[in-house]
């Protein structure tokens, strides 16, 4: 979702960002996307505080961030550009479509339901709801399951390495939205927009490549 359909990734880098400041940890906006989109904020901030030995409560942290984040986030809610219009074709395709995020289930559907999408979604899947989160499997293989459908038969569409990792190991298929093309990245194909995206290239896209 944060990053693919909602303009939110800036806010979580942005929030994180100060609070481990005031931890002593300074990080980038460029490293910090790169190594932890899509992971959770748990294990997020567990990573970082081992690294720089930092031994307060992991779980102090993440309650932290998310009311920073409920107090910055109005008018901070927007989609990505052609993010909506996707959503509406595919779903016009009679695609079945869930969204698997390493954000808390409440804001997710506030998420959707600010950007007026949550009625095409058959499905919503955070990181709660399974025992481990991105780059695991288990976020894209419960969100097949509570489509009825099979691993093989999805197409995911991830902005975060950490997210086409998790998609890969669960047999699915993986459009990588990327600013710049990296063949290292580990998805099936990359657009740098979702207006690339149209029901041709998912249909032909392999499953493994």
Known sequence: ???V???TEKLHIEVESALLNEYGIAT?????TGKYSGISD????????ERHSVTRPVGEAVRTKWERMHQAKDGRIVAIPNAISLIQN??????KLAVASAS?????IEVLQTLGVSAYFDAVVSAEDVPEGKPAPDIFLRAADLLGVLPREIVVIEDGRSGMIGARAAGMACIGLVSNDSSDLPATITVSSLS???IDM???????S
């Open 5 to 7: 359909i909602s303009d």
């Open 90 to 95: 595919l779903k016009h395709e009679g695609f």
């Open 104 to 108: 808390p289930k409440a804001f997710i």
């Open 1 to 3: 979702m944060d990053g």
């Open 28 to 32: 980038s906006p460029e490293q910090h």
């Open 202 to 208: 998912i249909n032909d896209l392999p499953v493994s």
């Open 196 to 198: 690339q995206i149209n």
């Open 42 to 49: 748990e294990k997020m901030f567990r990573d970082m505080f």
